[in-house]
C-alpha cells in the first residue's frame, strides 16, 4: 500500500500543500504534481464524475506522489469502499451532521476491529492486489492508519455537534464547508460563519486531529495564515480559481499594450 503524503507532512507539522480539482482531467493531475503538489481533492460529489474516471484521477495522482483525496457523493459504504478499493489515500464525506452519520462513516472506511469495511486484501490496486503487505493483519492495521477520514462540517447541526463528532475513533480529520455551513444557518454568506470555522478548528486541534482549509481564491493568503495559525495543516486551492486568476491577470495585461 502506498504512503500517505498528506500524513508525512502533518507528521512532520509541515503543510500539505493541495489543489481541488472539479474536473475529469488526469492531465490537470499530472501537470500540478509536476509542479510539487502534494496532494489532489478528487470532486465526485459536484458535477458527473464516475467510478472509472476517479480511480484514473487517483492513477495520475501515485504517478507523483500526489495523495488522491476523494469526496464522495455521499455517507454511502459502497460508495467510500469504492474508493478506498480504488486506492484513495483520503476520504471526504459529506453532511457529518451528527454521531451517527460520524460512526457510520467510520464504520465505511476503516476495517474490523475500528470498523465495518469489507476486505480486498489481494484483489485491490489500493494493496497492488496483495502485493505490497504481504500479511493481511499487517495490512490492515496499516490501512486503517493510512487512510484519512475527513468528516464535512457543513451544517448549523454538525457545529453544534462537533464534540461528539470528534470524539468517534476513526474520524481522523475535518473539512469545512463554509458556504454551505452559512446557506443552513440563514446568513447571506461564508464572510458571517468565520467563528463557527474557527471554532471547528480549534476543537480539531485540540483533539490532536487534522484541520483542513480551502479556499477560491489566490489572493487569500490572510486566510490561509489565519487557519494555519489556528493549527490547519492541510491546505488547498480549486484548480479553476488558479486557472482563473491567471488567465484574467495575462488578459489584462495583454489588452494594456499600446
Given amino acids: 500500500m502506498k504512503y500517505n503524503k498528506i500524513l508525512e507532512k502533518v507528521n512532520s507539522n509541515e503543510s500539505a500543500v493541495g489543489l481541488n480539482l472539479p474536473l475529469y482531467s488526469p492531465h490537470l493531475i499530472e ?9 489532489v481533492f478528487i470532486d465526485c460529489e459536484h458535477g458527473s464524475m464516475t467510478d472509472s474516471e476517479a480511480e484514473n484521477m487517483i492513477r495520475a495522482a501515485e504517478l507523483y506522489g500526489m495523495a488522491p483525496v476523494v469526496r464522495v457523493p455521499g455517507n454511502e459504504p459502497h460508495i467510500i469502499l469504492k474508493m478506498l478499493d480504488a486506492g484513495a489515500k483520503g476520504i471526504v464525506v459529506p453532511h457529518i451532521d451528527n454521531v451517527e452519520d460520524a460512526i457510520k462513516a467510520r464504520d465505511a472506511a476503516k ?3 475500528l470498523g465495518k469495511r469489507g476486505s480486498n486484501y489481494g484483489t485491490g490496486r489500493n494493496n497492488n492486489y ?6 493481511t493483519q499487517e495490512y490492515y492495521k496499516f490501512a486503517n492508519k493510512n487512510t484519512i477520514l475527513f468528516a464535512l462540517i457543513e451544517s448549523k447541526e454538525s457545529v453544534e455537534n462537533i ?3 470528534l470524539e468517534v475513533e476513526g474520524i481522523d480529520a475535518t473539512w469545512l464547508g463554509p458556504s454551505d455551513m452559512a446557506l443552513s444557518m440563514g446568513l447571506p454568506g461564508k464572510d458571517h ?10 476543537k480539531t486541534i485540540e483533539r490532536n486531529k487534522i484541520a483542513a482549509a480551502t479556499h477560491s481564491g489566490t489572493d487569500q493568503f490572510d486566510e ?3 487557519f494555519h495559525k489556528l493549527g490547519a495543516r492541510v491546505l488547498s486551492i480549486t484548480s479553476l480559481s488558479l486557472l482563473k486568476d491567471s488567465a484574467l491577470d495575462w488578459q489584462q495585461k495583454i489588452r494594456q499594450i499600446k
Fill in 130 to 135: 496483495g502485493s505490497l503487505v504481504k500479511d
Fill in 193 to 202: 460563519v468565520k467563528e463557527h470555522l474557527d471554532l471547528v478548528v480549534k
Fill in 163 to 165: 464534540d461528539d463528532i
Fill in 31 to 39: 501537470f500540478f504534481g509536476s509542479l510539487g503538489f502534494d496532494w
Fill in 111 to 113: 476495517y474490523p476491529p
Fill in 224 to 226: 490561509y495564515k489565519h
